[in-house]
Nanobody, 128 residues
Framework: QVQLVESGGGLVQTGGSLRLSCAASGRTFSMKAMGWFRQGPGKEREFVAAITGPGGNTFYAESVKGRFTISRDNAKSTMYLQMNSLKPEDTAVYYC?????????????????????WGQGTQVTVSS
């Protein structure tokens, strides 16, 4: 059974930074692409970023491009999301998820239905 546990959320002021982590159980972490989604108050869950299994390719939503960086350490079975220049509109619960595939493109990486395992989420609140 795959388990994903997010951490690193919290309260930060506008312009600040946070680093989220997603720790995965099991031995197959490196065999699947991974992604981050978020769900703000009263909003639907939306794609944030994704990374291929080997970690060589990354994909971002336009709203976070240039501010957020996704990465992974397959030896530690952990994925990260470095978030800089945070804005109040980044306030949301952030979820990590494991993709069905090893190699993805933007279309596959941003598709909610292509993810088969989800974490419980971590709250990020950006104050103005």
């Amino acid at each position: 059974q795959v388990q994903l546990v997010e951490s690193g959320g919290g309260l930060v002021q506008t312009g600040g930074s946070l680093r989220l982590s997603c720790a995965a159980s099991g031995r197959t972490f490196s065999m699947k692409a991974m992604g981050w989604f978020r769900q703000g108050p009263g909003k639907e869950r939306e794609f944030v970023a994704a990374i291929t299994g080997p970690g060589g390719n990354t994909f971002y939503a336009e709203s976070v491009k240039g501010r957020f960086t996704i990465s992974r350490d397959n030896a530690k079975s952990t994925m990260y999301l470095q978030m800089n220049s945070l804005k109040p509109e980044d306030t949301a619960v952030y979820y990590c998820a494991r993709h069905r595939r090893f190699i993805i493109d933007y279309e596959l990486g941003s598709s909610y239905g292509e993810y088969e395992h989800w974490g419980q989420g971590t709250q990020v609140t950006v104050s103005s």
